[in-house]
T-cell receptor, first 111, second 114 residues
């Protein structure tokens, strides 16, 4: 089963409120990623976990947090949502082959 | 840092014509991995092709691409477009395999008309 699942699929949030997005995979992959995708833009890597080691991109370091309580789960946390956070958030996992398996995405709308 | 450039935002073709989507990259690493991902409407991106071998053609589902390190290119081609090929195509780069970081181009929307 090569499935990555994301919850919720759609999230409506108010400005200034926290947002928590969840991702799970059952492939025992070492690495899990979070990408932000806005219309007509490339998916932008926010952070990734290799095993228990979190790597965050420098330009989004303070905006997003994440946790990986076990190999299968990974969360993306926004402490205080702003309008600019409205986007599709894609979770992916990969093994040693480097191939990424994507979830269906979580569409976040901030009002 | 690493980057990927896809020059065409939208490519519109008639069914049966050949397809070529451009991809060039920049990286400081000498052995990058290059990928093509395809995303159909209302689906998540999935891997179409990958390569890390210079000047070797890789093929899958009628598409092919050759990594050319001399020109930092990994163009996607198909000899005859089908209606079902209509989708968003992303070129992606993993410059340092040990780092595990995949960088995407902006994507090319391929639209095939009857």
């Amino acid at each position: 089963d090569t499935t990555v699942k994301q919850n919720p699929r759609y999230k409506l949030a108010r400005v200034g409120k926290p947002v928590n997005l969840i991702c799970s995979q059952t492939m025992n992959h070492d690495t899990m990623y979070w990408y932000q995708k806005k219309p007509n833009q490339a998916p932008k890597l926010l952070l990734f976990y290799y095993d228990k080691i979190l790597n965050r991109e420098a330009d989004t370091f303070e905006k997003f947090q994440s946790s990986r309580p076990n190999n299968s789960f990974c969360s993306l946390y926004i402490g205080s949502a702003g309008l600019e956070y409205s986007a599709m958030y894609l979770c992916a996992s990969s093994s040693y082959t480097g191939q990424l398996y994507f979830g269906e995405g979580s569409k976040l709308t901030v009002l | 840092g690493d980057s990927v450039t896809q020059t065409e935002g939208l490519v519109t073709l008639t069914e049966g014509l050949p397809v070529m989507l451009n991809c060039t990259y920049q990286t400081i690493y000498s052995n990058p991995f290059l990928f093509w991902y395809v995303q159909h409407l209302n689906e998540s991106p999935r891997l179409l092709l990958k390569s890390f071998t210079d000047n070797k053609r890789t093929e899958h589902q009628g598409f092919h691409a050759t990594l050319h390190k001399s020109s930092s290119s990994f163009h996607l081609q198909k000899s005859s477009a089908q209606l079902s090929d209509s989708a968003l195509y992303y070129c992606a780069l993993n410059g340092n395999y040990n780092q595990g970081k995949l960088i995407f181009g902006q994507g090319t929307k391929l639209s095939i008309k009857p």
